[in-house]
Structures are given as structure tokens and as C-alpha cells.
């Protein structure tokens, strides 16, 4: 039948000769014999190229919950107390703390940052409260230089990393100090020094980036690998399965991050999916997978260190599935009691919040006190008022800024739009708020 | 959407915001746009609508601040839908719905929680594919819709006191198929056009009534066509008040037309 709509293809014409077959043998050898030696027949793979199985005479269907539940890795329990010692990552106080107090540190400037918008202050932001744990503990498994592709509640990320208290407040007021200069939303975040690709409102679009990066990287042979976060209801999205699949077949030291906080804005994971969450995905890419309890530090920097080990020696992609809790409301453009129990949240914030399980972990080793915590509370709110009053002062950048970056060079028509504005600013500066920028 | 609505149901999508559409756009354009044209009319999906906030609100930057309407617009099988009130907004939805046409209705923002009207409690229809003379002048004729209508209705308040002119305002509300017997009509009478929109200039709806209008009126035009429209730059977020055709540009853009 192929023969005959190809014969009425002008092109197909010009290929084919109309009385040969164009076409390969099927890969499928056709048996002459039924029922050849039984048993050889059960031993022997099929040979279709589309899969190396066994053969089954048993009508059975794979049913999704055949895994039961993929078990989430732990390290300490919700007073900080290790299962097994073995587990334990053994890294040195100072490191320990620094963990601590940017998980803190990124809790005090959150809650500060999310009451400067209900003042009116900053137009918005985003909160990252009960899921400071997936930041820290993956972001201390990399390497500086391993790049960072996030959704957008990653803060404490960049907070490890080094992104400054101005920085961050800079940002979100978009002032002249802003790496974006002003032109993106608050917390879109983006520092090619810390490694950290700047942050797109988009769901899931990061991914397939991610994998191309990452593919660069391999290329390049720099040891070096690529982090992806996003979150569930980021999987769902079109880009998620094409980032996996780009990543698997072209074999790419990339890690795959999700943060599972329960809910996409108001959607809840029941409604998200079926299937057991995002880890059940991976093997059906071919990546090597792990499920991990994201409110326990140590085990997401374990299992972010020993997938980023399996990445970058092996050229592929892992992933990681952390489950966490959003304490906050989506964004402050959100009021999560339409659609939530108070109770709910209370009952995660009270009983396992990451920070709190990692205080008690601090202090039960004995480098950690009540005292230095109350001191040290104190002192991020302090730090983060003098950075964000710092930054409230400063100017917005020119509004000729605007025009800038578009593309490498200005083009002429561009040019041209912006010295009509300039010349229309003139003749109307009364009209437009130029206090609030800096002059061109 | 279009498999339910293919199925003979009525389908109304919502999009969170017009910014994130696009991993759609293969299903719309591709497939929706297409459905009636490439069976022979044994199938279609007029059944579905397809709702999106769209447009500035002050505080959206570059991915809640879109007016994504000129990809739409150059696909034919679409229908592309603005209204500018709580009024408009009911009437043309309904129509919408209603249509035998997959429609792209897109609603601005802004007027969510800043335009107050007394809407009718029942059902009625306001019609597709048909502009409106929102106001009746003689000496310009200005072409907007949804939101920024109120702006240009600002700058038609300014020119009318400062410069001796009546100016027609026309709402075109539906972009695709558009009303172009309307803007004809009004181009002819008063000789001059401006048109305003926040989408880029380039490639912005208003190239194609420029394009339409110059060609069918180019003896009664006495001046070139006036676009007032968003700078081609992604929509930058503090600068947005420089960023947008306001009251300021607009008055200009009149002023150009009738002193030309």
C-alpha cells in the first residue's frame, strides 16, 4: 500500500522504481516454524528495535501503583536525630552553621520582603518558606561553577552561593543597582557570576535549557554539571518531558530537581497527577532516581551529592524528587485559606519545618545555642532592614535603559523610537515621574 | 479544548495570563485554526473559546503585561476578540461562545477591578466582527480597543479643548475578522487616522488597518496614518509609564495628524 500513494508523488517517482520494493526487510524475522524448541523460545529477547524484552503468554497489565510509593530518603528525624551514622555527611561546624544561617537569614529576609509589598513598597514577591532545606542542602553539594537553572523559589540558592542582601533587595526594588536594570518582576533574580541563569516567569521553560546547557558542558568536557529545579506542577508541562527525554538520549550531566510542595498555586497534587509523584518518571526516561524527605538538609545535600557524583562521571541525567511543604501562599498575589486549612499549614510549619529540624540537629551536636539564636535572629533582621532601606534610596536606572539590550546592538528603527521618546520626555517632563530615575 | 469542542461540546478555556499562551500555540494555530478548513468541514471546534487576562497593569513586566493579539490575527479560522467594559465583556463573550468560530478572547487586565458598570442580569449577544463608534467627530478618526480605549478617550478630551477638532473614536472589538466597512466609512468623512495600541509598533494590529485603510482610502486620507503604540522592546517593568502609549503620546499623535 506504501508503494502505491508513493507512485503519486512527483518525488517519489524520481526514488522508486515502481516494480522494486524500497524498502529495509523488517528487522522481525518471521519464524517458518511454530512452536520451535519451547524453551528457546521463552529465553530468547524479542528483536523488535524498540525494545530488548522478554516474551510473556500472560495477559497482565502493569498497573500504576506497581511501585507502591518509592521511599523517601531521611537522614534525622524531626528532633535532628540521625538513623543511621553512616548517613551522616560529616561536614565541619563551620559549614554546618553557614548552612543554618543562610537558611535563617533567607526566612528573615522573605518575611521582611513580603511585608515591604503589602506596604506598597515592592510591586511583588515570593516567598520561600518551608522549603529553605532543598536550597541549602543541594546548593552545598555543588560546585560554584555547576550552573543553575531555577523556576523561581530558590532563593536560598543564591543566598549560598553568595548573592548579597543588596543584591537580592536591589532586584526587587529594580533600581540602578539591579543586574536586570528594572525590567523584570521582583525575585527574577539572575548572576552570572554565581552561576545562577537568570529566572523567567514561565513554568518549565528552564528545562529543556537546562539540558541543552548541560550538553554544552559535556561537549566541553569541564566536569562540571547542571542543576534544574522546578516544581511538580512544573512536570506537567510540555517542556518537562522533552527536557527529560533530550537529556536521557543525549546523555547529559545534568540533575533534574524537583521541589514537591504540594501545590501549584492553588491546584493540589491530587489533581496534578496519578501516577506516584515525579519520581516514577524518571526510570521511564532512563535516569536513575531518587525520592528524598526535602525538609531533612543532610539527606537532599546526600543524595544532591552523590547524583551530582553519577552525573558528571557518568554523562547523565539523575533525578530527584524532594518532597517539601509550601508554607507560604503562592505569591503575594495569592491567599492559599481559599483553598487550604489554616490547620494544614500550621500542622507543617509546628511539626516539620526545615530549619527547625536542622536547629535541633545544630544544637543537639552541641555548635549551636538559644542564646546565639536569638542573638543571631536579630542580627539577619537588622542586616536585611539596612539592605533594604539602602536599597529603597537608590534611584531607578534611566528610562533610556529600556531601549538597551533588546539585541547585542541597537538597531536603527529601535534608535529611532528611543530619540522620539527623549525628545517627547522633553517637551512633557512634568507628565512622567523622572525623580524616581536616575537622568540619562 | 478543541477535542471536546470537536466532539460537538462547548468548551471556555482560560489561560492564567495571555503571557502563557504559547505552549498552546501549535494547538491553536496548527490545529484549531485549521479544524474546519482541512476536513472539508466534516469536523470543527467552534465550540471552543479560549479566555486570557491580557494587556498592562501596572505591575506586570515583561510576562503579565502581554498583548499577545497580532499572532493571532494572522491566522485565518481564528476569531480574535477585545472588549473594553463589563457590557462589551458579557455581550461579546456570550457571542463568543456562542460562535460557530474558535475565538480568542482576550480580556483586559486592569479593568478586572477598575471598571464598574450595570450589566444586565440576562443573556444578550453583542455582535462579532463588528466595530463600534464609540464617539462621533469629524475631524480624526481614532481606532483603539479594550483598555486602552479610556486612554485615548483621555487624549480626545485634551485635543478637543487645546485644538479646535471633533474627534471619532471608534472601539473595533474584534480584531479578526475586523470591521473594516466602519473604519472606511469613518476615514472617509474625516480624512485622518490614528490608531493606539500597547502591543510593539512592529507588527503590532495596527500595521494591518494602516496597510487596509491606506489602500481603500488613500484619496481621502490628508495625512499619513498615526501609530501610537508600545516601543519594540519587551515590556520592561519600571519603566512602564514610559513604555505605553499614555494620554501624553496620544495627544501628540493627534496633534501630528491634524496639523500634517
Known sequence: MA??????????????????????????????????????????????????????????????????????YRVMDRNGVIFDQTQDPGLSDEELLKWYKSMTMLNTMDKILYESQRQGRISFYMTNYGEEATHIGSAAALQPKDLVYGQYREAGVLMYRGFTLDEFCDQCYGNIADRGKGKQMPIHYGS?????????????????Q?????????????????????????????????????????????????????????????????????????????MSTIRVDGNDALAVYNATAAARDIAVKENRPVLIEAMTYRIGHHSTSDDSSAYRSVDEVRYWNQRDHPITRFYNYIQRKGIWSEEQDKAWKDDTRKQVLQAFARAEKRLKPAWSEMFTE????????????????????????????????ESS | GIGFAATGGTAVAEIQFADYVYPAFDQIVNEAAKYRYRSGNEFNCGGLTIRM??????????????????????????????????????????????SPDPVIFIEPKILYRAAVEHVPNDYYELPLGQAEVVKKGADLTIVGWGSQIYVLEDAIRLAENRLDCTIELIDLRSLLPWDVETVEQSVRKTGRLLISHEAPKTSGFASEISATITERCFLSLEAPVQRITGLDTPFPLVFEKFYVPGVERCFLGIKKALEF
Open chain 1, 406 to 437: 533588546v539585541y547585542d546592538e541597537l538597531p536603527q528603527d529601535l534608535k529611532r523610537q528611543k530619540e522620539e521618546m527623549e525628545a517627547h520626555v522633553k517637551m512633557y517632563k512634568d507628565k512622567y515621574p523622572l525623580s524616581n530615575y
Open chain 1, 3 to 72: 508503494a502505491r500513494v508513493l507512485r503519486h508523488s512527483k518525488c517519489a517517482r524520481r526514488l522508486i522504481h515502481p516494480n522494486k520494493s524500497n524498502f529495509a526487510a523488517p528487522a522481525l524475522q518471521i519464524q517458518r516454524h511454530q512452536h520451535a524448541d519451547q524453551n528457546e523460545m521463552n529465553e530468547t529477547l524479542a528483536q523488535f528495535p524498540g525494545a530488548k524484552a522478554k516474551y510473556t503468554e500472560k495477559l497482565e497489565f502493569l498497573q500504576p501503583d506497581v511501585y507502591n510509593g518509592i521511599p523517601i
Open chain 1, 192 to 208: 552570572v557570576d554565581l552561576s545562577f541563569v537568570t529566572i523567567s516567569s514561565p513554568l518549565a521553560t528552564q528545562m529543556p
Open chain 1, 210 to 286: 537546562a539540558a541543552g546547557s548541560a550538553y554544552a558542558f559535556k561537549r566541553a568536557q569541564n566536569g562540571l554539571v547542571v542543576i534544574c529545579y522546578f516544581g511538580e506542577g512544573a512536570a506537567s508541562e510540555g517542556d518537562a518531558h522533552a527536557a527529560f527525554n533530550f537529556a536521557a538520549t543525549l546523555e547529559c550531566p545534568i540533575i533534574f530537581f524537583c521541589r514537591n510542595n504540594g501545590y501549584a498555586i492553588s491546584t493540589p497534587v491530587q489533581d496534578q497527577y496519578r501516577g506516584d509523584g515525579i519520581a516514577v518518571r524518571g526510570p521511564a526516561y532512563g
Open chain 2, 53 to 98: 487576562p491580557g494587556m498592562a497593569v501596572g505591575h506586570g513586566g515583561h510576562y503579565h503585561s502581554q498583548s499577545p493579539e497580532a499572532y493571532f490575527t494572522h491566522t485565518p479560522g481564528l476569531r480574535v476578540v477585545i472588549p473594553r467594559s463589563p457590557i462589551q465583556a458579557k455581550g461579546l463573550l456570550l457571542a463568543s461562545i456562542a
